[in-house]
């Protein structure tokens, strides 16, 4: 529950058995093809592609709000998409392994349903 990942997927089911639009981005599609990625977005929105919206002025904005300094880091000292991922080596305590197990098993069932993967 903490993860969230339970959450995400009653959402995401409540609005498809509404029959509401879903959008769901795979963030680490916005890493490796951000051009590609944000067009498909604009398509799905019916809004006009411009190359702008692939940087953005370094540093501070107001509309980052109180979360700015924990989430945006790494926003804060670039001006565009990073075009390669940043490994990790994590090791997970076993004991935690069914979580894991339930939260990929989510991601998994959500990523289906990402723009990239939808024709």
């Known amino acids: 529950e903490d993860l969230g990942f339970p959450n995400q997927i009653k959402i995401y089911k409540f609005l498809k058995k509404n029959k509401l639009d879903i959008l769901i981005i795979n963030s680490d599609d916005l890493i490796l093809n951000s051009e ?3 067009k498909l977005l604009c398509k799905k ?3 006009n592609f411009r190359k702008k919206m692939l940087n953005w002025p370094k540093g501070a904005r107001v509309s980052d709000g109180i979360w700015g300094k924990i ?3 790494n926003v804060v000292k670039t001006n ?3 075009s390669k991922m940043i490994e990790k080596k ?3 305590p076993s004991k935690y392994n069914s979580i ?3 939260c990929n098993k989510i991601y998994d069932e959500l990523n289906l349903y990402n723009i990239n993967n939808i024709k």
């Open 36 to 38: 590609k990625t944000i």
């Open 45 to 47: 929105l019916k809004i």
């Open 71 to 73: 989430w945006y880091k």
């Open 80 to 82: 565009s998409f990073q």
């Open 90 to 92: 994590i090791q997970i």
């Open 100 to 102: 894991l197990r339930e």
